[in-house]
Structure formats: C-alpha cells, structure tokens
C-alpha cells in the first residue's frame, strides 16, 4: 500500500565506505525526486528525474549518483561516504510540473 | 531565485490556542504554494496546498490563503491539539520539481 517506499530506513555506516539507498513509488508518477534533511531540518532538493531522465541536478558532490532503472524507481549511490553526510534523505515522486509532491519516510544515514 | 521564508520556531502553545505559522515567498512567477508537515520520526505530509491567488487550502482545522499582494500563505488553525505537534514546512513549487521549503517551524502543544 506504501506509495513511495525507500529502503533501508536506518544505516549506519564507517567513513570511506559505498552505500545505496532504493526507492520505489506504485503511484505511477512520471517525476522522482531525492531531497536532503539536515540536522536543522533544513529540506533541500538533490536530483529530479522524469522519466528516467535527469532534470535537475543541484549542487551535489559528484559522490552522490542517482540511478533510474525505470520511471518506478530512483536509487541514491554514494561513494567514499563522509561524516558530513550524515543526514535524513527522503525519495519523493509526482505526476506533473506543479502537482503535488508525495514523500518517503526517509532513509536515516549516519556516518561514523 | 525563488523561495519561501517562514517564521522560525520553536512555537509552544497550550491546547485549544490559536495558531498562525507565517510563511512568504519571492517568485517570478505564481507559484503552487503548500504546507507539509513532519512529525517526529516520519516523513513529510502534505498537509494543504493552494496554486493561484485567493485559493484557499485547508485540511484537518489547518487553512491558508494564497494572498498575491502580500506574498503570503500563512498556516492557521483556530484550536490545537496536542497531536499537532510537529514540524510544518511551507514550500512553493512553480517548475518541474523544484519545491523549495522554508526551514521549518517547530510546534509544540501542551495540555
């Protein structure tokens, strides 16, 4: 029934190490998005793809690689993992430009 | 560039208060403007929205108006509960998945 679903919701991980994060929306949005919470709560945009393609592309360390199998799925790879990026990252999808945008519950990275 | 600046919190409040939680925005053009809220542990909800001036979004005892001339999408509810307690995003969105979020606004309500 989860709309938009994202694996694993906790990960703790040493510096230096490779981890992915997976998302999954069934809502047949066309648009997937990867946003950033910090500690502040501050939400900030990382990627935007539509249908498979990359739209938007902030500005991210080029650690961090969005992957798009098909427009269901939106997975977060990030290389040589530092303390900094420790955070909360949510997986969000929609169907159109200015529709309503529906969140994941977040994927919990910690960095030690 | 565009954005949303709302009132930094945190806001403590008894229950049944009164409750407004400002949020602006700067746009070129006319945003969709919404209200998301986060409680602890969870992801974001949309909680209202409104896309053009003078619309008016509400959901659970929550409005907001979408007022042009003054830029703004304040977030009201006339009695609040202990479970609002949360944290509320205002964010505005006008191309292809570029919602901006303000930084938050921590609410607290007491019994």
Same mark, same amino acid.
């Given at each position: 029934?989860?709309?938009?679903? &994202? ?9 230096? @190490? ?20 910090? +500690?502040?709560? #501050? ?24 992957? +798009? ?5 939106? @997975? ?16 969000? +999808?929609? &169907? ?6 529906? #969140? ?9 | ?7 930094? $919190?945190?806001?403590? =409040? ?14 070129? $053009?006319? !945003?969709? =403007? ?5 409680? !602890?542990?969870? *992801?974001?909800?949309?909680? =209202? %929205?409104?896309? %053009?001036?003078?619309? %008016? ?19 009201? %509810? *006339? ?13 505005? *969105? ?7 979020? $303000?930084? $938050? ?7």
């Amino acid at each position: 029934d989860t709309a938009v679903s &994202q694996t694993p919701k906790y990960l703790v991980t040493q510096m230096g @190490n490779d981890k992915s994060i997976k998302c999954e929306q069934n809502l047949g949005h066309d648009t997937m998005y990867w946003y950033k919470q910090d +500690s502040k709560k #501050f939400l900030k945009i990382m990627f935007s793809y539509n249908n498979k393609e990359l739209i938007i592309n902030e500005t991210v360390p080029n650690r961090f690689s969005p992957k +798009s199998p098909d427009k269901a799925h939106l @997975n977060l790879h990030i290389n040589s993992l530092e303390l900094g990026d420790s955070a909360v990252y949510f997986c969000a +999808s929609s &169907q159109e430009a200015r529709a309503t945008i529906y #969140f994941g519950e977040g994927s919990w990275l910690t960095v030690v | 560039g565009d954005s949303v600046t709302q009132m930094e $919190g945190p806001v403590t =409040l008894s229950e049944e208060a009164f409750l407004t939680i400002n949020c602006t925005y700067t746009a070129t $053009g006319y !945003p969709s =403007l919404f209200w998301y809220v986060q409680y !602890p542990g969870e *992801g974001l909800q949309l909680l =209202l %929205k409104a896309t %053009k001036a003078d619309d %008016k979004g509400s959901n659970k005892g929550f409005e907001a108006t979408y007022r042009k001339e003054t830029t703004s999408f304040h977030l009201e %509810k *006339g009695s609040v509960q202990v479970s609002d307690s949360a944290v509320y995003f205002c964010g505005g *969105g006008s191309t292809l998945g570029r919602l901006y979020f $303000g930084r $938050g606004t921590q609410l607290t309500v007491w019994p």
